[in-house]
């Protein structure tokens, strides 16, 4: 990666961190839909069930089936773009901590070009007014 000043790092910093966020809400979303996907499931399995007792309304148990097979191969949809969505929330981790290092090496940097700056001009004074060093 090239150098860049410090404010240049900061507003990558900055995007990056919102890549982060959308990252995490993505990942959030995706497993919501897995929960919702295995919360139907199980209330689909239950009708079934239900059926077999006879204490449940009469309810198409091919429908129940094609409603499961849906839900799994959604489910497998589902769980492979979570997988690419972690995959991703990993890179751009690893792309922010790497920024955050560079800023703070950066800051470091300046701050101690700073107070060289400062003993330099702190001895070219005393020097220029004759005064001796301590």
Do not use: C, H, W
């Not at 860049?4 to 990252?23: C, E, F, P």
């Not at 799994?72 to 922010?96: D, F, H």
């Not at 700073?114 to 004759?130: P, Q």
Request: net charge neutral.
């Amino acid at each position: 990666m090239a150098s860049y000043d410090l404010k240049s790092l900061g507003s990558l910093i900055a995007v990056q961190s919102l890549m982060k966020a959308r990252r995490e809400m993505a990942i959030a979303n995706l497993a919501a839909g897995l929960a919702e996907i295995m919360a139907e499931n199980g209330e689909l399995l239950a009708m079934q069930d239900r059926r077999y007792e006879g204490g449940g309304a009469f309810i198409d148990p091919a429908a129940i089936l094609a409603r499961l097979s849906a839900n799994m191969r959604r489910g497998t949809q589902l769980e492979k773009e979570l997988a690419a969505e972690r995959q991703a929330l990993l890179q751009v981790s690893r792309r922010l901590e790497l920024l955050e290092v560079r800023m703070s090496d950066g800051s470091r940097q300046r701050e101690r070009k700073a107070e060289a700056d400062l003993v330099e001009e702190l001895i070219a004074g005393k020097i220029r007014f004759g005064s001796s060093l301590p």
